[in-house]
Structures are given as structure tokens and as C-alpha cells.
């Protein structure tokens, strides 16, 4: 994968190489929204909005009017306003600096997944006895079917993207109920508890405290 990093923070973005090709990624810089513009020949870009000529939104506009290349925005700022200027601008995630190289890496991953066409061989997932057919939206442990409810599904076939993987409740709100999901994250408790409850094994859907969730399946 070809990963563009626009960022006028040369520390940064000498941090955002090392760490996207020791991942295997080729990676591209650039320190203007100008010059990010101009670039055409990449699979991802990393977009930061604080830039010298003008701001990562507009990069994204202008960069939408010609390619639906998949945008991950970076910002040091994490007011809602600003994240939802982000995503209506075009991009395919936001992600708040701070952040950890493995959570970025992750969400290239998954933006990358969910945005590119899926052939038919690999709609079926399989981690241990559990195997989950997307497809036939079926679900089986060890041969037997568990029936799931429509959500249910959804969310286990989210957590299981990337097993081992943290996924904050805001973005598993956002993705498994609506990109504009405004109601109680008590919805997401309880589909979770179900869930747990249904597959049998509520060892596998780990909480993690203040965070989200992740699936690891324990021996």
C-alpha cells in the first residue's frame, strides 16, 4: 500500500514514515496542502488539517472532486465540530493526536477494507470454531448455528475484523448503527451483553474500561 503523509510537522511526519514502512507501507511526504493536491499516485492519504497554505478541509474537497482515494484526517484538535467538518469534507475517518502507531495502522486497515470491494472467497471469516459467513449473514461455533439478530450480527462481524484490536465505542456506534448516531451508548452495552450471551463465551468480547471493545478468542 502507498500512503501519502501530508504534515508540516517534519518530526511527525518523519515518526508517521518510519512507523507506516516498517508496516510494510510505502509512504510519500508532503508538507503542503498544495503540493498534496497535486499528488496523484497513492492508495491512502493521511491528511493533517493544520497546514501553512490552506487547511486540510479544502485538501479534501478539491481532492474529491477528482478521486474517492480513501482520507484519514489527523488533528491535534478533537472538537466534535471539527470532526464532523472533517467527515463532511469528505474524509473516511479522523483520528485525534495523540495517537498510537498500531490504532492508526488499524484504522487503515479497516477504511481500506470497508471501502474496497470484497470478492466472494473472503466473505467468510473463521477464528477458531467460530465461523462467521458474510454472505449468508450465518454464524456457527464448532459446526452449530447461533442465530443472531440483524445488529448483533453486524457488531460481532465489526469486533472480529481484527481480533486482539480495541475498537472505541464511538466509532462501533458509528459504524455498526449510523454515521450520525446521537442516542445512549447503553444501546451498545446491551446488544454486547446479548451477544456474549449468545455466542457462550462472553470471554471473547472484552471490555476495556473508558475505551470500546475488542474480540480475542482465550484458549
Not at 137 to 152: F, P, Q, S, Y
Not at 172 to 181: G, P, R
Request: hydrophobic residues 40%; proline residues 3%; aromatic residues 6%.
Amino acid at each position: 500500500m502507498h500512503v501519502l503523509v501530508v504534515e508540516d510537522d517534519q518530526a511527525i511526519a518523519s515518526s508517521l514514515t518510519l512507523g507506516l514502512q516498517s508496516a510494510g507501507m510505502t509512504v510519500t511526504h508532503v508538507a503542503t496542502g498544495r503540493q498534496a493536491v497535486e499528488e496523484s499516485q497513492y492508495d491512502l492519504m493521511l491528511l493533517d488539517i493544520g497546514l501553512p497554505d490552506f487547511d486540510g478541509f479544502e485538501v479534501c474537497r478539491r481532492v474529491r472532486l477528482t478521486s474517492q482515494v480513501p482520507i484519514i484526517m489527523l488533528t491535534a484538535r478533537a472538537d466534535e465540530i471539527d470532526r464532523v467538518f472533517g467527515l463532511e469534507s469528505g474524509a473516511d475517518d479522523y483520528v485525534a493526536k495523540p495517537f498510537g502507531l498500531r490504532e492508526l495502522i488499524a484504522r487503515i486497515r479497516a477504511v481500506t477494507r470497508r471501502l474496497t470491494p470484497q470478492e466472494s472467497a473472503t466473505s467468510t471469516t473463521v477464528i477458531g470454531d467460530l465461523t462467521i459467513d458474510s454472505a449468508t449473514r450465518r454464524v456457527t461455533i464448532a459446526g452449530v448455528e447461533i442465530e443472531l439478530t440483524t445488529k448483533e450480527f453486524d457488531l460481532l462481524e465489526y469486533l472480529t475484523r481484527e481480533p486482539g484490536v480495541v475498537y472505541r465505542r464511538n466509532d462501533i456506534l458509528e459504524t455498526v448503527w449510523d454515521t450520525e448516531w446521537y442516542g445512549p451508548t447503553k444501546t451498545l452495552d446491551a446488544h454486547i451483553a446479548a451477544l456474549r450471551k449468545k455466542l457462550g463465551h462472553p470471554e471473547w468480547v472484552i471490555a476495556i474500561r473508558g475505551v470500546g471493545f475488542r474480540f480475542e478468542m482465550t484458549s
